[in-house]
């Protein structure tokens, strides 16, 4: 497995380095007009760095572009879905069209992912840490 600090760097990059897409996801995601919603950007889980994060729900969103259509990429996308999904978290998949498109869309299959229903009351997240 890869060290903590070598993921922790890795994120830091990826943070400073963001695609336009997800510096448009990132700024609806803060946007949120909900009470305690917390989301991380290029936070490391494991062996991976994911592109967003609530912790509250364990929620992993992921952005990707064309080069994911590559079965090899794809393939890799598959095992690591897999593995997060085994250690307890719910990944969901955007394409970067459906941020430039579609971004209302995407905010409201995330407000679902979050309190179950498009019309749900939003309540206050708590993140429970994990020993």
Same mark, same amino acid.
């Given at each position: 497995?890869?060290?903590?600090?070598?993921? &922790?760097? /890795?994120?830091?990059?990826? #943070?400073?380095?963001? /695609?336009?897409?997800?510096? %448009?996801? =990132? #700024?609806?995601? #803060?946007?949120?007009?909900?009470? @305690? /919603?917390?989301? #991380?950007?290029? *936070?490391?889980? @494991?062996?991976?760095?994911?592109?967003?994060?609530?912790? +509250?729900?364990?929620? %992993?969103?992921?952005?990707?572009? @064309?080069?994911? !259509?590559?079965?090899?990429?794809?393939?890799?996308?598959?095992?690591?879905?897999? =593995?997060?999904?085994?250690? @307890?978290?719910?990944? %969901? &998949?955007?394409? !970067?069209?459906?941020?430039?498109?579609?971004? !209302?869309?995407?905010?409201? &299959? %995330?407000?679902?992912?979050?309190?179950?229903?498009?019309? +749900?009351? *939003?309540?206050?997240?708590?993140?429970?840490?994990? &020993?």
């Amino acid at each position: 497995m890869v060290s903590t600090s070598i993921r &922790r760097a /890795t994120a830091k990059r990826l #943070r400073a380095d963001t /695609t336009p897409h997800e510096r %448009i996801l =990132w #700024r609806a995601l #803060r946007e949120l007009p909900t009470d @305690g /919603t917390h989301f #991380r950007r290029q *936070a490391p889980i @494991g062996p991976y760095v994911v592109d967003f994060f609530c912790p +509250a729900k364990r929620l %992993i969103i992921e952005l990707d572009g @064309g080069h994911h !259509n590559e079965a090899e990429t794809a393939q890799r996308d598959q095992e690591r879905q897999g =593995w997060l999904e085994r250690e @307890g978290y719910r990944v %969901i &998949r955007f394409w !970067n069209s459906e941020i430039t498109a579609h971004l !209302n869309a995407v905010m409201e &299959r %995330i407000y679902v992912e979050l309190y179950g229903a498009r019309d +749900a009351e *939003a309540v206050r997240l708590k993140h429970l840490r994990r &020993r």
